[in-house]
């Protein structure tokens, strides 16, 4: 057999026991996530990617610039107000308290990085975010938090694209993580947090 033919052949085994390893590991991935969870996690859990470059930024901040026209267009298909009573699953916040809460959430989130901006690895504060979703203005209609998150969104966008790598370095401490978070770690969490909702109020008005 020719050297030629020997690179070929070890070349095709190679990409046969690739193929089979990843289909080892979705069988076990699939495994792993049970159907309730879909409900749960309808875009999976939380991955942080394995390094944060240029690209994987601007994807990200791409990410959080969109997610007020994701909502808007998601909430569009609510048509009675018997579908904001609607959850993701048993339990779970309702399609109001979600909508209510990606603003709430999202507000904390750019004070957070206003502050890591603009002092050196400072301490946030904490909240109770199920606390959050009882307080009485969370029985406003839902437009306002849809309109209170594009401005939000306007501002954190504009930050981001505004920063640079060095910035996005700067750390915060949680004291209920007990570790410090860097900026560009807190973008990845924000940017699957928004999408993770949004897929939730689709499943929950999907699911009646």
Do not use: C
Request: aromatic letters at 6%; glycine letters at 2%.
């Amino acid at each position: 057999m020719s050297k030629k033919k020997e690179v070929l052949k070890k070349e095709a085994k190679e990409t046969v026991l690739l193929k089979k390893e990843k289909a080892v590991k979705k069988e076990k991935v699939a495994k792993a996530v049970p159907a309730a969870d879909a409900n749960i996690y309808p875009i999976g859990k939380l991955l942080l990617p394995a390094t944060y470059s240029e690209a994987v930024i601007n994807k990200l901040i791409q990410d959080i610039h969109v997610l007020p026209e994701q909502l808007k267009a998601v909430s569009k298909k609510i048509n009675k107000k018997k579908k904001l009573t609607y959850s993701y699953r048993e339990g779970g916040w309702n399609v109001e308290q979600i909508i209510h809460h990606i603003a709430d959430s999202h507000m904390n989130a750019l004070v957070r990085f206003k502050l890591t901006l603009t002092e050196n690895n400072p301490t946030v504060k904490p909240y109770d975010e199920n606390l959050w979703a009882e307080t009485v203005d969370n029985q406003l209609p839902v437009k306002n938090s849809i309109r209170l998150l594009k401005a939000i969104h306007a501002k954190w966008t504009i930050l981001l694209e505004n920063m640079d790598k060095n910035d996005f370095k700067r750390t915060y401490f949680h004291p209920e993580m007990n570790r410090t978070v860097s900026l560009e770690e807190m973008l990845a969490v924000y940017a699957w947090h928004g999408k993770h909702h949004v897929a939730q109020i689709a499943v929950a008005l999907k699911n009646g």
